[in-house]
Each structure stands twice: as structure tokens, then as C-alpha cells.
């Protein structure tokens, strides 16, 4: 499996997984010229800028949320504002930054999906 490929199939697992959790999915891979918000979902009245980091199990412990870093969290914060800015919320509107881990055995092809809600402050 390629990386692109266990990327692509993190994201859908994780906009399962929101579904399933009864969030709204509002936009998927929104690009700007220095990054993209993997998935853009809202329940009940916050929204939800979630960055989905998958990765193969390959016997380390190192869980993939663990790759965003202070330089992620920050180009997620500023993301997350220009798309606020752009689609005309108001500078108060309930948001927070999430994150999704996922680690898959690809020998098994079994998931493990992490949940990290509001993981980024602002």
C-alpha cells in the first residue's frame, strides 16, 4: 500500500467514523497555497477541522498522532481561520481542531482509529 493509499483510506475511515458519531462532513482536502484541512465537519453548532494522520504499524511505539507538531498545529490554526474567513462565519463561531490517528496492520489490514477531540488550542 502506498502512502497516498493509506492516506486516502484513513481519511474515509475517519469520515466514517464521524458520520457514525453524527457529525456533518462540510468539506474534505481544503487547499490553500501552504496546506490542507483534511476534513471539515460540524455537530451540533462547533466545527470540527480535523487532520487525519494514518500510518502503517510497523512494531514501533510511535502513534501517528504524534506527527503533528508545534509547526502543524500552527499552519492548522491559520487554516482553520482563513476557511472560517472565507466562507463568512463571525470571528466568535464554536470551533476546535481534532485529530484522527490511525494505525493499520497491512498484513491483517485492521485499523485502529484514535479520536483526539480539540488536540490543537488555539
Not at 20 to 25: H, L, Q, R
Not at 39 to 51: A, C, G, L, N, T
Request: charged content about 30%; some cysteine.
Amino acid at each position: 500500500m502506498t502512502t497516498k493509499e493509506l492516506g486516502d483510506m484513513g481519511e474515509d475511515m475517519a469520515c466514517e467514523y464521524l458520520v457514525e458519531k453524527g457529525y456533518k462532513i462540510l468539506g474534505r482536502n481544503y487547499k490553500i497555497t501552504f496546506g490542507e484541512i483534511d476534513i471539515i465537519s460540524k455537530k451540533e453548532k462547533v466545527i470540527h477541522f480535523v487532520e487525519v494522520k494514518a500510518m502503517a504499524d510497523n512494531g514501533y511505539n510511535f502513534s501517528p498522532e504524534e506527527h503533528v507538531d508545534y509547526r502543524k498545529q500552527r499552519k492548522l490554526r491559520q487554516m482553520a481561520q482563513i476557511w472560517l474567513d472565507k466562507n463568512k462565519y463571525k470571528q466568535d463561531v464554536a470551533h476546535q481542531i481534532d485529530i484522527i490517528g490511525i494505525l493499520v496492520n497491512q498484513t491483517t489490514r485492521v485499523a485502529k482509529l484514535h479520536y483526539f477531540p480539540n488536540a490543537v488550542g488555539g
